[in-house]
């Protein structure tokens, strides 16, 4: 059993940075963000391969996030740039002991964080 514990939430004014991380308990294969709203749905942010070759973006996030991770420290990072008042949500580091085919997709992780909230004010 894995356990993703996420840090590096706050509250942040329009155009500002944040860089979230996230610590595995152990090794993992795919880890990516995912993100909730108030009154949405859990959406898909980012994810990376294994070693790091593999980044994937959604379409909102694409130029201003940055993804990566250290093995070494079984962590994952998302540096988060330019932020934006619809950038407002629970952020969930999630994680596969696997290879994953569809990396944007939530049932592909099996092991989730408790959420770490990021609030940016317009």
């Known amino acids: 059993q894995v356990q993703l514990v996420e840090s590096g939430g706050g509250l942040v004014q329009a155009g500002g940075s944040l860089r979230l991380s996230c610590a595995a308990s152990?090794?993992?294969?795919?880890m990516g963000w995912f993100r909730q709203a108030p009154g949405k749905e859990r959406e898909f942010v980012s994810a990376?391969?294994?070693?790091?070759?593999?980044?994937y973006y959604a379409d909102s996030v694409k130029g201003r996030f940055t993804i990566s991770r250290d093995n070494a420290k079984n962590s994952v990072y998302l540096q988060m740039n330019s932020l934006k008042f619809e950038d407002t949500a629970v952020y969930y580091c999630?994680?596969?002991?696997?290879?994953?085919?569809?990396?944007?997709?939530?049932?592909?992780?099996?092991?989730w964080g408790q959420g770490t909230q990021v609030t940016v004010s317009s």
């Open positions: 999630a994680a596969a002991n696997s290879l994953v085919t569809d990396p944007e997709a939530e049932y592909e992780y099996g092991y």
């Open positions: 152990g090794r993992t294969v795919a």
């Open positions: 990376i391969n294994y070693t790091g070759s593999r980044k």
